[in-house]
């Protein structure tokens, strides 16, 4: 059985990619694959590893199953493991980039990926620019001859833009410059930044990939042969590899990604309308409305919304604060892409770093409320939402 990218749907693939159950002499036909916490691997020859196995941080059979699986969901023919998404993207920074080389990256990037270019990687000499990627002309306007990459996250956090990814690749192609895109709000299920024209995609396994707020984890998938080996020699030579058990726990969660997914994006829907209509709500973004600025384009490029959305409620701060902390069903928390709802607000929490000025410039105001949207029963969560705004 091979399932490559042809021959079988996306929730076949989630289930069996990577895991064809084992007939050879001795094994067991295992239909999950076994933990391997083995760190290291005989060998009855010197110069011939067994099955090519030597030392777990360089090849593991539970992390090879993984990486298998989730190429194969992004149509992708390589895939990586690792131990975080910051990791993921680390990895991919000091793979393709020399000192002196630029990026352009999108302005409105997950916090931690602006900290590692900011507070990390430009002291090692790599120049950025931040642009409004979702006007494509401000991307190709920001390349120079030392732009290496370009670096976009569609849809963003917490405000959930877009950007078009086909159109930003056919310029990045034609200047010979690698488009990054950060997949990790829809998950494969609901966008294929590959098929759009991007080079990379990265990914935090941490959110739906995983699915379950269980397991820390980051992935790269790639088509490029050249590249994926640089990545591959980094990751063993860096060392920031996903776990054998967490690499298990990844590939439980990933299994039923289908299944959550139309579930958290018809929950999250169905209460984006139903905020639409709120008396004291004052905004509601969510890609799939009909009155998201973009969405045609997410129309376009994706198979469907996901399950975060952010609005605004009306009044101050502190009114704010008071609907959060009167829910019972949403946990009060930063993170997403988990089964359970959670909810936060961004200039207290995720985006307190951002200052002030420049979150009110981007739109991230102070009653801006981000949610991620559970898979819980609908009635359960539109009524914990109406005793709050109540
Ligand atoms: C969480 C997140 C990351 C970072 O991933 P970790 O697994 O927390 O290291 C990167 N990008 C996006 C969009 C995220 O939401």
Known sequence: MSLNKETFGFATKAIHAGEEPDFRDGATGDVVVPIHLSTTFARKKVTEPTGGYEYTRSLNPTRKALEEKLAALENANYGLAFSSGLAAESTVLLSLLNPGDH?????????GTKRLFNQVFSNFGFEISYVDATDTSLVEN?????TKLVWIESPSNPLLKLSDIKAISKITHKHGVVLVVDNTFLSPYFQKPLDLGADVVVHSSTKYIGGHSDVL?????????????????HQNAIGAVLSPFDSYLTLRGVKTLAVRLEKHQQNALHIAEYLSVHSKVSKVIYPGLESHPQHELAKAQTTGFGGVLSFE????????KQFLEKLNVFALAESLGGVESLIELPSLMTHASVAKEVRDQIGITDTLVRL?????DIEDL?????QALA
């Open 382 to 386: 539109i009524s914990d939402i109406e």
């Open 103 to 111: 990026i352009v990256a999108f302005d409105d990037l997950y916090g």
């Open 313 to 320: 409620i009306k009044g101050t701060i502190d009114n704010a």
């Open 372 to 376: 991620s949207v559970g898979i819980e």
């Open 217 to 233: 984890g980051g992935a790269v998938l790639l088509d490029d042969l050249a590249y994926y080996e640089r990545i591959q020699y």
């Open 142 to 146: 920001a390349i120079k001859p030392n």
